[in-house]
């Protein structure tokens, strides 16, 4: 492996090789692989388990290494570090690694630097598929007739970023549910001018990542929110699956919810895959380069009145990009990307943007969910937010601090809300400069 932020392995079976997984590039100077983690995992017959550059009492991060649950048959060196040390010894029979990590601690204070053992994570039975942290792929749909399947365009439904699609898509959703037929959002941007509702029982696919994208008056009123889209009605029980698709808003959506989950799944989980929230960034956005150009150069304006200010411009939106509400249990989310736009995708040099939205995940479900390889990014006040919940699986998150910040920064753009349990920032900017950051988690 020569590169990366970071990587999440799970499930992996690596039989018969020389050596089954290399993250030293070339030497601790070059280490390019910021941390790997490999869980729930086996490997069989192979000399050396995992080399790395790394060297004892390293006060870098890069090469970070986590193992757990990772059952070693035949294996010499569990873990070989720098200049052929042997870091962790393995085994000519069969044993598992409960928990063993290089890098930096925080338990809770650090940075403390570790090289050996550590406790394993607690893991409730809830999010476990015997052993290991329960897994799902993505539903293909390839052996479904294709009778089974109901079109939007086929609906009626235009797609093509001006007409609103709405009412549509919305009798297509519920009727296809009823019948137990599968959703088929055809390529398209289908603008909708109310919350698209899916109810339980509902199977959602796209092609070629379609856009569901909210806009007008009713999602612009900041207190009182409204989701773009809503899967299951408050406490509504069932099952929903729903993939390949983007939620998005039109111009400045300060009450847009992208979405707000409330199905509850107690047998089966619902699952979202490869389902993303963008703000602006995108033809038919309203909030491009000509709507939202970067102004790094252009001062803070006072923080009296600026919040009126920031609401002018075409990319705003205060709410949730995702709310995952208070009783839900039973949600896998899969390559969920939450974007707000810090560069146009559709200019050719890609140029910087400045898109203010104010919150990224809200996570209050009751319990038993799991976020696998995640992404939130560019939220003014944080981009994950866990809070009153318990039993979530969260394995390989990802998130970028607004690119305008520090000017703005967090403290201006969106007052926190203690009903939200939002950051109090007034308590964690304390850090010599005065300069507030939104939180990564």
Same mark, same amino acid.
């Given at each position: 492996?020569?590169?990366?932020?970071?990587?999440?392995?799970?499930?992996?079976?690596?039989?018969?090789?020389?050596?089954?997984?290399?993250?030293?590039?070339?030497?601790?100077?070059?280490?390019?692989?910021?941390?790997?983690?490999?869980?729930?995992?086996?490997?069989?017959?192979?000399?050396?388990?995992?080399?790395?550059?790394?060297?004892?009492?390293?006060?870098?991060?890069?090469?970070?290494?986590?193992?757990?649950?990772?059952?070693?048959?035949?294996?010499?060196?569990?873990?070989?570090?720098?200049?052929?040390?042997?870091?962790?010894?393995?085994?000519?029979?069969?044993?598992?690694?409960?928990?063993?990590?290089?890098?930096?601690?925080?338990?809770?204070?650090?940075?403390?630097?570790?090289?050996?053992?550590?406790?394993?994570?607690?893991?409730?039975?809830?999010?476990?598929?015997?052993?290991?942290?329960?897994?799902?792929?993505?539903?293909?749909?390839?052996?479904?007739?294709?009778?089974?399947?109901?079109?939007?365009?086929?609906?009626?439904?235009?797609?093509?970023?001006?007409?609103?699609?709405?009412?549509?898509?919305?009798?297509?959703?519920?009727?296809?549910?009823?019948?137990?037929?599968?959703?088929?959002?055809?390529?398209?941007?289908?603008?909708?001018?109310?919350?698209?509702?899916?109810?339980?029982?509902?199977?959602?696919?796209?092609?070629?990542?379609?856009? $569901?994208?909210?806009?007008?008056?009713?999602?612009? /009123? #900041? %207190?009182?929110?409204?989701? +773009?889209?809503? !899967? *299951?009605?408050?406490?509504?029980?069932?099952?929903?699956?729903?993939?390949?698709?983007?939620?998005?808003?039109?111009?400045?959506?300060?009450?847009?919810?992208?979405?707000?989950?409330?199905?509850?799944?107690?047998?089966?989980?619902?699952?979202?895959?490869?389902?993303?929230?963008?703000?602006?960034?995108?033809?038919?956005?309203?909030?491009?380069?000509?709507?939202?150009?970067?102004?790094?150069?252009?001062?803070?304006?006072?923080?009296?009145?600026?919040?009126?200010?920031?609401?002018?411009?075409?990319?705003?939106?205060?709410?949730?990009?995702?709310?995952?509400?208070?009783?839900?249990?039973?949600?896998?989310?899969?390559?969920?990307?939450?974007?707000?736009?810090?560069?146009?995708?559709?200019?050719?040099?890609?140029?910087? $943007?400045?898109?203010?939205?104010?919150?990224?995940? /809200? #996570? %209050?479900?009751?319990?038993? +969910?799991?976020? !696998? *390889?995640?992404?939130?990014?560019?939220?003014?006040?944080?981009?994950?937010?866990?809070?009153?919940?318990?039993?979530?699986?969260?394995?390989?998150?990802?998130?970028?601090?607004?690119?305008?910040?520090?000017?703005?920064?967090?403290?201006?753009?969106?007052?926190?809300?203690?009903?939200?349990?939002?950051?109090?920032?007034?308590?964690?900017?304390?850090?010599?400069?005065?300069?507030?950051?939104?939180?990564?988690?």
């Amino acid at each position: 492996m020569a590169w990366d932020w970071g990587w999440t392995f799970k499930s992996m079976s690596i039989n018969n090789c020389k050596v089954g997984l290399n993250i030293t590039n070339t030497s601790p100077a070059s280490q390019a692989v910021g941390s790997a983690t490999f869980i729930d995992s086996e490997i069989n017959n192979t000399p050396i388990g995992v080399v790395t550059s790394h060297a004892p009492n390293a006060t870098y991060t890069n090469g970070s290494l986590v193992l757990e649950n990772v059952k070693l048959n035949n294996v010499s060196t569990a873990v070989q570090g720098a200049d052929n040390a042997t870091f962790l010894l393995g085994t000519d029979g069969s044993t598992t690694i409960r928990g063993w990590a290089q890098g930096h601690s925080y338990t809770p204070n650090g940075p403390y630097s570790i090289l050996g053992d550590i406790p394993a994570f607690s893991r409730p039975q809830a999010l476990l598929d015997g052993d290991k942290y329960y897994e799902r792929s993505k539903p293909q749909y390839a052996d479904v007739p294709a009778d089974q399947f109901m079109s939007a365009r086929s609906a009626g439904a235009k797609g093509d970023g001006d007409t609103d699609d709405y009412q549509i898509l919305q009798d297509l959703v519920v009727r296809a549910a009823s019948m137990g037929r599968i959703v088929f959002i055809d390529a398209g941007v289908y603008k909708i001018t109310r919350t698209l509702y899916v109810p339980n029982e509902s199977e959602l696919v796209g092609e070629g990542y379609p856009v $569901i994208m909210s806009s007008g008056s009713f999602f612009a /009123n #900041m %207190q009182n929110p409204q989701p +773009v889209v809503q !899967v *299951g009605q408050p406490a509504e029980e069932g099952c929903a699956e729903w993939s390949d698709m983007i939620v998005a808003t039109q111009g400045a959506q300060p009450g847009a919810v992208g979405i707000q989950w409330n199905l509850v799944s107690s047998g089966t989980p619902s699952g979202m895959w490869d389902v993303h929230v963008r703000i602006g960034g995108f033809a038919a956005s309203q909030s491009q380069l000509a709507d939202c150009p970067a102004t790094p150069d252009v001062g803070i304006p006072p923080a009296s009145g600026s919040l009126s200010a920031y609401k002018l411009v075409s990319g705003f939106s205060c709410q949730p990009r995702v709310h995952v509400t208070a009783r839900v249990h039973g949600l896998y989310m899969e390559n969920v990307w939450l974007w707000t736009a810090d560069h146009d995708l559709d200019d050719a040099t890609f140029t910087n $943007i400045t898109v203010y939205a104010g919150r990224g995940l /809200n #996570m %209050q479900a009751e319990r038993d +969910v799991g976020l !696998v *390889g995640n992404s939130v990014e560019h939220h003014s006040l944080y981009q994950y937010q866990l809070s009153d919940t318990r039993a979530v699986f969260m394995g390989q998150i990802q998130t970028e601090t607004a690119y305008y910040q520090p000017n703005p920064d967090a403290s201006l753009a969106f007052a926190p809300v203690a009903t939200l349990n939002d950051p109090q920032l007034s308590a964690s900017c304390n850090n010599g400069s005065g300069q507030c950051f939104g939180w990564g988690l």
